[in-house]
């Protein structure tokens, strides 16, 4: 398993497509926080808060995660070499958590370049280090629960198409759904008695929750399941293959 994890890594980024993918996400958060004038903008608000950065991310992920994870899958099976893969001495699972954890390592990589970020608002603060250390670390984990999420999202999109640009699309699309798409249907009138409920089942009401530094047990048993969903059902449609 642990040989799978190092061969997808190490595959990533054997490519330009990888270090495309990383260079591109930092660059727009950069663009966005420190240069171009806006709600994003850290030096426009005048406040030492990475909130902006926080604010921006899942939008931004959207993209990245797809396009990283698109391949995990998509890219076997378009070679023919995913019958290879599924003779080895590996279970179905076991395959699918190592291409689960080496999409997220690269996510986590990528995200691991935002703490220059942290660093020059600590910098910057008025007085230096004037900053709140609690928000912004749960921010950071709200973060990675965000990219756990989207990695599995991506990572059964793969699974079912042999197209990896089909894969990124379909994985976009989950995404923008789950993050955003519960909390737009409640809106809806048909669904006023159960407005709470339905957008308790959407990202963006939990992720805000652990981005204001509480991390309440309820919002990691929904990151955990739903990663735990996306799993399984990308471990069905391998084994599917036997039926």
């Avoid at 921006?56 to 995990?72: E, G, H, N, Q, Y």
């Avoid at 998509?74 to 076991?94: F, M």
Wanted: hydrophobic content about 55%; some cysteine; proline content about 2%.
């Amino acid at each position: 398993m642990f040989a799978l994890l190092k061969k997808e890594i190490s595959g990533f980024f054997s490519t330009i497509t990888g270090y495309l993918a990383i260079v591109v996400y930092l660059l727009m958060n950069s663009l966005f926080v420190f240069v171009f004038q806006g709600d994003y903008n850290i030096l426009d608000g005048g406040y030492a808060d990475l909130r902006p950065l926080f604010m921006l991310s899942p939008w931004v992920f959207m993209f990245l995660v797809p396009a990283i994870t698109m391949r995990l899958f998509a890219e076997e099976k378009r070679t023919g070499t995913i019958e290879l893969l599924l003779t080895r001495p590996l279970t179905e699972l076991q395959i699918v958590l190592a291409k689960y954890f080496a999409g997220l390592l690269i996510v986590l990589f990528s995200l691991l370049f935002t703490l220059i970020y942290f660093y020059s608002i600590i910098r910057l603060g008025d007085p230096v280090g004037n900053i709140d250390l609690g928000g912004t670390w749960g921010s950071y984990i709200g973060l990675f629960f965000l990219a756990a999420i989207y990695v599995a999202i991506g990572l059964f999109s793969s699974s079912i198409t042999e197209n990896q640009i089909v894969a990124f699309i379909i994985g976009m699309m989950i995404c923008f759904f789950f993050y955003f798409g519960f909390e737009a249907m409640s809106t809806l009138g048909i669904f006023a008695k159960v407005q709470s409920s339905i957008v308790s089942f959407g990202i963006n009401e939990h992720y805000s929750s652990v981005s204001r530094g509480v991390v309440d047990t309820r919002d990691l048993i929904y990151f955990v399941s739903i990663i735990a969903v996306f799993i399984f059902f990308t471990k069905t449609v391998l084994e599917s293959r036997k039926w």
